[in-house]
T-cell receptor
Framework: LAKTTQPISMDSYEGQEVNITCSHN???????ITWYQQFPSQGPRFIIQ???TKVTNEVASLFIPADRKSSTLSLPRVSLSDTAVYYC????????????????FGSGTQLTVLP | KAGVTQTPRYLIKTRGQQVTLSCSPI?????VSWYQQTPGQGLQFLFE???????NKGNFPGRFSGRQFSNSRSEMNVSTLELGDSALYLC????????????FGEGSRLTVL
């Protein structure tokens, strides 16, 4: 079971780059790393997913070192609307492998963007 | 296309009662997973269903159960409710069987008195 650890909270200012790290020391071979954003009273929303190295999309980058024991979500030039809780999810997403693995969310990082 | 729909959105129960929550996934998605979210414990995985079979299960007592129907809709049931079961229950669906993002509903907020 890939237990994950994230910082509880982070503050940033508008326009800055924010990096949030998630530790997952016992990640398994088939586990993917996915990050979600959650606003109050809403379900989490997908940001980015990766397996190794670096992944980039239109909203974020995900850095995963070779040992895959941690991952870093990078949000470029944050704005006030990026204030939310960010979760990393580590787990074997395969529904066909036959393994009974849990999908483990981190405790979440409350990001507050200040003007 | 329509997103994940959860019903009811809010409900209040008393200790000892049971509750059934419903989740309709995005059309074409065959996987539905359930999560409990509380301020103290964060997002905790309950179980995941795919093609009417439970594929994964979290560390919750047997009072928490679920099922999935042939149309991929899912229900979860909590029996003998306890005060600590008060939480936001979220379900998510996904279309890909290997990776893929989870699409979450807005949740069902359960209050146990």
């Amino acid at each position: 079971l890939a237990k994950t650890t994230q910082p509880i909270s982070m503050d940033s200012y508008e326009g800055q780059e924010v990096n949030i790290t998630c530790s997952h020391n016992n990640i398994a071979t088939n586990d993917y790393i996915t990050w979600y954003q959650q606003f109050p009273s809403q379900g989490p929303r997908f940001i980015i997913q990766g397996y190794k190295t670096k992944v980039t999309n239109e909203v974020a980058s995900l850095f995963i070192p070779a040992d895959r024991k941690s991952s870093t979500l990078s949000l470029p030039r944050v704005s006030l609307s990026d204030t939310a809780v960010y979760y990393c999810l580590v787990g074997d997403l395969s529904l066909l492998s036959g393994s009974a693995r849990q999908l483990t969310f981190g405790s979440g990082t409350q990001l507050t963007v200040l003007p | 296309k329509a997103g994940v729909t959860q019903t009811p959105r809010y409900l209040i129960k008393t200790r000892g009662q049971q509750v059934t929550l419903s989740c309709s996934p995005i059309s074409g998605h065959r996987s539905v997973s359930w999560y409990q979210q509380t301020p103290g414990q964060g997002l905790q995985f309950l179980f995941e269903y795919f093609s009417e079979t439970q594929r994964n299960k979290g560390n919750f007592p047997g009072r928490f159960s679920g099922r999935q129907f042939s149309n991929s809709r899912s229900e979860m049931n909590v029996s003998t409710l306890e005060l600590g079961d008060s939480a936001l229950y979220l379900c998510a669906s996904r279309g890909k069987t290997n990776t893929g993002e989870l699409f979450f509903g807005e949740g069902s907020r359960l209050t146990v008195l």
